[in-house]
Nanobody
């Protein structure tokens, strides 16, 4: 079992930045691809970013590409999401996720093995 705990959410003005953290416990994350999803009120959970086991590969949807950066520190069992140039449409609960697989399974929320409980990001206009 892996427990994931997100932090770093909050209220920020449009154009601002935030860094989310996801700390894992129970098992080393080095065997998991890691990533982030988000869910806005009334909408489905959507993919935001994923990073491979060693961190040498990442991918993002077009909606955040160039603005968000995912990274990981396996020694600290932690994954990060740096979010720049935030927009009001980025407002959502952000969830950390882990999966033994790294690939198209990340394009839908049903492909994950573990989830955190989320952290709220609110971007004001």
């Amino acid at each position: 079992q892996v427990q994931l705990v997100e932090s770093g959410g909050g209220l920020v003005q449009a154009g601002g930045s935030l860094r989310l953290s996801c700390v894992a416990s129970g098992r080393s994350i080095s065997v998991y691809a890691m990533g982030w999803f988000r869910q806005a009120a009334g909408k489905e959970r959507e993919f935001v970013a994923a990073i491979s086991w060693s961190g040498d590969s990442t991918f993002y949807p077009d909606s955040v590409k160039g603005r968000f950066t995912i990274s990981r520190d396996n020694a600290k069992n932690t994954v990060y999401l740096r979010m720049n140039s935030l927009k009001p449409e980025d407002t959502a609960v952000y969830y950390c996720a882990a999966s033994l697989s790294y690939g198209s399974n990340w394009l839908h929320s049903g492909g994950m093995d573990y989830w955190g409980k989320g952290t709220l990001v609110t971007v004001s206009s």
